[in-house]
Each structure stands twice: as structure tokens, then as C-alpha cells.
């Protein structure tokens, strides 16, 4: 047979980088993607655990129930836009049975609850999937506390 020859005699050179561009696109994007998801999440559990922590300490050393809770809000907002989380958080400050937070052997516990976006691709629908994280710290109020006057 002259010619070409056997169609089942082709060479293989070059499929190796089609086959390798396949294996790319099939398994380590999507593998990228869960590694960064996951990295939004750490670094998010981080954030919300530092505001818990910051707001806590921020409540427990205000003078007073009103000004501890905006004190408590800023430092949660600080903490968590310092580890570059922006989206929005519920601060819950409780203090047991206790009517005012600042008295005698309180103690005062801050839940603080936020969420990240997680960076998968849009392929769902309009909704950005997001991660739903919760810190709460306790914090005892002082037995022997200064008095002004």
C-alpha cells in the first residue's frame, strides 16, 4: 500500500500536552478552588474568633451597659475588617441573670456571628456561595472595680 498508509498507524506525538491540559482543567482548577475556600474559611473562623475576644474585653471595660455595647460593636467591626472580613456581624452581648453587666462577679459573654464569601465561580445561579461562622468569648467583670466620685 502506498500513500498515507493505515489510519491506525498515526503518530502520537503531542497528545501527551492535550491529555496534560485536560488533567489541568478537570482537576486542579477545581482542586484550587476548594484550597482557596478553604483558606476564606480559616482566616474568616480567625477573624470572628479575634472580634469575639476584642469585643469582650471592649464591653468588660466600658463604664457603663450602654457605651460597652457600642465599644463592643467597634472593636468586633475593627477585628474582623483587620483580617479583611467586610461583611456584616451580629454582636450579642449576655450576661447570665445579672440586670446590669457591670456589676460585682458578672460575667459577661459577646457571640459574634458573620459570614465570608467563598471564592467559587457563579455557576449556580446570582447567589455567591457564603460560609456562616459563630465566636462567642466570656469575660469576668471584676469583683473590686474603680469608683468615680
Known sequence: MTGRGDPRDRDDRGSALVELSWLVILLLVPLLWALLGVF??????FATESAARAAARAYVLAPDDASGATAARAAAVSALADQGVESAADVSVSCGSFTDCHSGTAVVTVEVSTSVDLPFPDVLGAISPTFALHA???VPVGRYQEVSG
Not at 40 to 45: K, N, T
Open 40 to 45: 476564606e474559611v480559616q482566616r474568616g473562623a
Open 136 to 138: 462567642s468569648h466570656a
